[in-house]
């Protein structure tokens, strides 16, 4: 592998990695915090509020794979990216644990982990090297402009988990 594949395989490993750790975070303290929402006493639906995700992730991988294949990579990526975050957003402001797992349900809904890899197994070296913005010195990559893109989600989802956190919701 050359430098750049390294580097990139580096980078992608990183940010399935810290994908996994944002949205897994909750395993340990979830079942503690179910106990202050409606109906977080049902062992039953907490379990399935933790378990959705997954369920929902791993049925529609190999449909948004050949959306991917269809409509294109960036559309399904980004459709995918808005309704995982629309996901997010449900399961911070959920008041009761059947909102959470709607909420859950939404973000597994969002599953782009087959096109993310298909739309990467797609660039090549020159592609990732080629130049997105020329005002930044250095000017930056596509490479780098996607490891931002999902860094800022990442930090935004738990951002929202922390101001509900902050206001006791």
């Known amino acids: 592998m050359s430098p750049l594949e390294v580097r990139a395989s580096l980078s992608l490993a990183s940010l399935f990695a810290l994908r996994m750790l944002g949205l897994f975070l909750i395993l340990p303290v979830f079942a503690v915090h179910a106990m202050h929402l409606a109906g977080g006493e049902n062992r039953t639906l907490v379990g ?10 791993g049925v529609l991988q190999l449909p948004f794979g050949i959306a991917s294949d269809r409509f294109g990579r960036k559309k399904v990526i980004v ?6 975050a ?3 957003f449900l399961a911070a402001a959920a008041v009761d644990i059947r909102w959470t797992i709607a909420g859950r349900a939404l973000q597994g809904a969002g599953a782009i982990s087959a096109a993310v890899m298909a739309m990467l197994a797609d660039l090549t070296p020159a ?9 930044w010195d250095p000017p930056v ?7 931002s893109i999902a860094d800022d989600s990442l930090q935004h989802a738990g951002q929202a988990a922390y101001v509900r956190g902050l206001l006791g919701a």
């Open 141 to 147: 990559t596509l490479g780098v402009r996607l490891v």
């Open 48 to 57: 399935l509020a933790l378990g959705v995700y997954g369920l929902t992730q």
């Open 127 to 135: 592609a990732l090297d080629r130049v997105v913005d020329r005002r």
């Open 79 to 84: 459709f995918g990216l808005l309704v995982f």
């Open 86 to 88: 629309a996901g997010s």
